[in-house]
C-alpha cells in the first residue's frame, strides 16, 4: 500500500470523534493556516500541489480557487459538493462516515484561503444517516473553537452547514446543486457564467468535491510541493478508489496515482484479482459515465503501454480506446457479465435521472432505454445497434449540463469495444430469452460459439 493521506487514521478506534481525531493531529492545517498563512498563500499551496478536482472532471482546484472574483462585493462562499450519486461510485460516503472531521477541517482551511464566511456541505438525501454524523462533528468544532466566530482567537469566523438534498442524481451537477440549495429545482444553469463569479444567491462561490476538500488537508500541513512529489505528471498526490464488481476484495482504496491498473486489480493490497478467479471482460474505470474498455485496453494502452491509474493514462487513447480516472469509480466485470444488460441498466438511470430540460437529453436517453430493453428481450433488430449510435452522437456535445454525454458515452464504448455481443442479441433471440444467459454463464461471443459447437 502506498502512502495513505486521507485515510491514515481511518482504522484508529474513535476517529470520528474531536477528541481522537485532535490527538491524531486533526486540525494542525487550520491553526498552521489561520495562524501563520494569508488566504492567498493557501491557495498558491494548492495550486503548487497540482490537486486536480476528485468528483469527476478532474479540473486543477488551485486554479479553480483563483478564478473567485475577490473583487466582489458579495459575498463568497465555499460550497462542498457530497451527492455522490455516480454508480459505482462510494468513496466520499467513507470518508465522511468514517472521518467526518478531516472534511469539516478542510472546508474551514479551503472557506478561509476563499474568504468565505458561510460554507455548505450539500449531501444527497440518501445519506441522511451521515447528516447526523457531520452534524456532531460540526457541533464538536464549534464547542472548540474551530468554527463560529474569531476561529482561535483570528479575526477569521465561519459558519459551516449541512444541507441534505431530496435524492436526485442531476443535483450533483454544481449549478443544479447550487439551485437545489437555494430551495429551487435542481436545473443545471447554462454557463457561463461560472459559479467563481455568480453561483449562490448570484455570488462568487467555489464547488468542490469531498474528496478535494479533504485533500486540502495532507497540502497545508506538508506543504504543496511534498504533495506534488506523490504521483505521475499531472496526476499527482493520493485518489479514493471505489472499487466493486467481480473481484475478491471490493472496497475503498486509497491509491498513489500511478499504480498500473494491472496491480490494482490483481494485487491482493487492492482487489485481489477476480472474484472466481475467472478472466477479465470489461472495467468502467470511473463511475458509469466513463467509457467502458475491455480486458486488453484496460490493462495495455493500444500502444501497448501498460496502463496507470492517472487521469492521462486512463483516457490515452482518446474515446476510441481509452476512457477516464472520472470519479474513481472502478467497477470490474468478469466474463459472465452481459455487456448489453448491464448498458441497459446505466441507460434506464440516465433516464430516470435526466432533468428534461433539453430535448436531446430527455428523449435520447428514454429512446436509448427503450432500444436497449429491446436488444435485451430478444426483440431487437440490426438497424438498432447503428440506431443506439445515432442516437447517442446527437446527444453528445447538444445540452445544457454533461449529463447527456455521462449518458451517451457508455453507449458508443460499449458498441464499438464489444458489437458482436449486440449482434448476437439480435441474431439469437431464443438463446439469450434464458434468463441464466447473463449472470451465471459466460457470455459467448458467436465466433467463440461456433468455436465450442
Ligand atoms: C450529472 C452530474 C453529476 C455529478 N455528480 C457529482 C457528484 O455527485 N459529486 C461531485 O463531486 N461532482 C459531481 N459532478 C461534477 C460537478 O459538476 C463538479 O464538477 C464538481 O463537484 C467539482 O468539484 P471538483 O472540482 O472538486 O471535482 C457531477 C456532474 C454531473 C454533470
Ligand atoms: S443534459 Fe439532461 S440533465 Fe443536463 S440539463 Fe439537459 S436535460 Fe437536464
Redesign the pocket.
Known amino acids: 500500500m502506498g502512502r495513505q493521506l486521507l485515510l491514515e487514521h481511518i482504522a484508529e478506534p474513535g476517529i470520528e470523534t474531536f477528541a481522537v481525531y485532535r490527538k491524531k493531529g486533526g486540525y494542525a492545517s487550520v491553526e498552521k493556516a489561520l495562524k501563520t498563512m494569508t488566504p492567498d498563500q493557501v491557495t498558491e499551496e494548492v495550486k503548487i500541489s497540482g490537486l486536480r478536482?476528485?468528483?469527476?472532471?478532474g479540473?486543477p482546484?488551485g486554479m479553480?480557487w483563483s478564478f473567485l472574483d475577490r473583487k466582489s462585493e458579495k459575498p463568497r462562499y465555499l460550497v462542498c459538493?457530497a451527492?455522490?450519486?455516480?454508480p459505482g461510485t462510494f468513496k466520499d460516503r467513507y470518508l465522511m462516515e468514517k472521518i467526518p472531521h478531516l472534511l469539516i477541517e478542510g472546508m474551514i482551511t479551503g472557506s478561509y484561503a476563499l474568504g468565505a464566511k458561510t460554507s455548505y456541505i450539500y449531501i444527497r438525501g440518501e445519506y441522511m444517516y451521515i447528516v447526523g454524523i457531520l452534524e456532531k462533528a460540526i457541533d464538536e468544532a464549534y464547542a472548540n473553537g474551530f468554527l463560529g466566530k474569531n476561529i482561535l482567537g483570528t479575526d477569521y469566523s465561519l459558519d459551516l452547514y449541512v444541507h441534505p438534498g431530496a435524492g436526485a442524481?442531476?443535483c450533483?451537477?454544481?449549478t443544479a446543486l447550487l439551485e437545489s440549495l437555494e430551495g429551487k429545482r435542481g436545473n443545471p444553469r447554462l454557463k457561463p457564467p461560472f459559479p467563481a463569479v455568480s453561483g449562490l444567491y448570484a455570488s462568487p462561490t467555489v464547488?468542490?468535491?469531498v474528496e478535494?476538500i479533504a485533500a486540502v488537508v495532507p497540502i497545508i500541513n506538508n506543504g504543496g510541493a511534498e504533495y506534488a512529489k506523490i504521483g505521475i505528471g499531472k496526476s499527482t498526490g493520493t485518489k479514493l478508489i471505489s472499487a466493486s464488481g467481480h473481484i475478491k476484495k471490493p472496497g475503498v482504496y486509497e491509491i498513489e496515482l500511478g499504480v498500473p491498473v494491472e496491480e490494482f486489480i490483481y494485487s491482493d493490497q487492492y482487489c485481489g484479482g477476480m472474484l472466481t478467479n475467472r478472466p477479465l471482460k470489461a472495467v468502467v474505470a470511473g463511475g458509469s459515465s466513463v467509457p467502458i474498455l475491455p480486458a486488453d485496453l484496460i490493462l495495455k494502452t493500444a500502444k501497448g503501454e501498460k496502463r496507470l491509474m492517472t487521469y492521462e493514462s486512463l483516457s490515452d487513447g482518446g474515446f476510441v480506446s481509452g476512457s477516464m480516472l472520472g470519479s474513481g469509480g472502478f467497477i470490474v466485470m468478469d466474463d459472465t457479465t452481459c455487456i448489453v444488460r448491464n448498458l441497459w441498466s446505466f441507460a434506464r438511470f440516465y433516464h430516470h435521472e435526466s432533468c428534461g430540460q433539453c430535448s436531446p437529453c430527455r428523449e435520447g436517453t428514454g429512446w436509448m432505454e427503450k432500444v436497449l430493453h429491446r436488444i435485451e428481450h430478444g426483440h431487437g433488430h440490426m438497424g438498432d445497434i447503428d440506431l443506439l449510435v445515432d442516437v447517442a452522437k446527437k446527444i453528445e456535445g447538444n445540452t445544457i449540463?454533461?449529463?447527456g454525454d455521462?449518458a451517451a458515452w457508455p453507449v458508443a464504448s460499449a458498441i464499438r469495444h464489444f458489437r458482436e455481443e449486440f449482434e448476437y442479441h439480435v441474431k439469437y433471440p431464443e438463446k439469450i430469452k434464458n434468463p441464466k444467459h447473463f449472470a451465471i454463464e459466460p457470455f459467448l461471443s458467436e465466433k467463440k460459439l461456433e468455436l465450442v459447437n
Not at 478536482?53 to 472532471?57: F, N, P, Q, S
Request: glycine share 16%; aromatic share 8%.
Open positions: 478536482g476528485r468528483g469527476g472532471a479540473f482546484a479553480k459538493n451527492d455522490e450519486s455516480e442524481y442531476i450533483g451537477e454544481e464547488v468542490n468535491n478535494t449540463c454533461p449529463l455521462a
